[in-house]
């Protein structure tokens, strides 16, 4: 039997795992480090790489591997694959698309909420023994507020019904119209009406740091921005001048241009940004199935079998989004 060797570059799902593990047409290598990754690329002929969001696959990486088929992504953003090279030299690159719909949606608008309600630091208060100070409360409702969505992709969709049924009004702004009941707007309508921004675009060259200065200056001074798409689409350092100097009124994101922050990153220390570690697809339920689809869909190419519809991606895809 011909058995095709699959390197992992980070830990999968049990479940996953075990897909692998019972294989008989498989061979399981580690490279969660640089000397491990080494040793294996120099002493195997590599035909699929399995990573999810930390490990990098350039096309320097490439390079060294003439025999890969197949490059995994346990989730659905592709921004440490560099597609483009691999499209080029025949490799499909594989993701789990739709895999964390739900479950960004439902963090995209717990971060709204604590945000707008101002629920951190009235927990915290408590927590502290602060109950008299509740007369210094300060917060809103989202009913009745606009909500821009930037990105009306899976993600987008779901936010955008969810905060319908919160009694917001929801616009949106897209690469293209879609075909929901939500009124398509201009980008710069939106972030001049928009009492909340969410963005749902994935980090393409042509959405790095589209949130820059000058989006900042057309938004409401009591807006809000949330990000649980990339940080690189927002350009941190104006983002950090415009709250700072109360040009928006606050932000909350699952995500940051680099991550993990630096130690004493000023942004955390702002009284109106609520960040999470990049936990959003982590549910337990969210991370095994990401993790399932996208080792049963990388079997089935090594296979010459059928994969999931929409599962390989290629460059003009990832650019038209």
């Not at 025999?67 to 659905?76: A, D, E, Q, T, Y």
């Not at 994935?202 to 940080?231: C, H, Q, V, W, Y």
Request: hydrophobic share 40%; with cysteine; glycine share 6%.
């Amino acid at each position: 039997m011909n058995r095709k060797n699959i390197l992992l570059l980070e830990t999968i799902a049990e479940d996953a795992m075990s897909m692998l593990e019972n294989a008989s047409d498989i061979n399981i290598l580690t490279g969660f480090d640089e000397t491990s990754l080494k040793h294996q690329i120099e002493n195997n002929a590599i035909d699929a790489i399995i990573t999810r969001g930390k490990g990098q696959v350039r096309n320097s990486f490439m390079e060294q591997l003439p025999n890969l088929k197949v490059i995994s992504r346990c989730g659905v953003g592709l921004d440490n694959i560099d597609v483009s090279s691999a499209t080029k030299r025949g490799i499909k690159v594989v993701n789990a698309p739709n895999s964390n719909a739900d479950t960004i949606a439902e963090h995209t608008i717990a971060l709204l909420l604590m945000l707008q309600r101002n629920l951190y630091n009235a927990v915290t208060m408590v927590k502290e023994n602060r109950w008299g100070d509740r007369g210094t409360y300060v917060g809103d409702e989202t009913h009745g507020k606009t909500l821009g969505i930037i990105g009306m992709g899976n993600i987008g969709k779901k936010v955008a019904h969810i905060a319908k049924a919160l009694g917001m009004n929801v616009i949106y702004w897209s690469s293209k119209k879609e075909d929901v009941p939500f009124s398509f707007v201009e980008f710069q309508h939106l972030l001049t009406t928009s009492d909340a921004i969410s963005l749902h675009l994935p980090l393409t060259s042509k959405t790095e740091k589209l949130i820059d200065s000058a989006a900042f200056s057309l938004m409401k001074t009591n807006a809000l921005l949330i990000n649980t798409a990339r940080g690189g689409i927002i350009d941190q350092k104006e983002l950090f001048t415009a709250l700072q100097s109360n040009s928006i009124a606050g932000f909350a994101a699952d995500v940051l241009a680099e991550e993990p922050p630096v130690e004493n990153d000023p942004l955390l220390q702002l009284k109106n940004v609520l960040i999470t570690a990049h936990l959003g697809s982590l549910t337990k339920t969210t991370y095994t199935k990401m993790c399932t689809m996208t080792v049963k869909n990388t079997l089935a190419i090594l296979r010459n079998e059928a994969s999931m519809e929409n599962c390989v991606f290629n460059k003009k895809e990832l650019d038209n989004n």
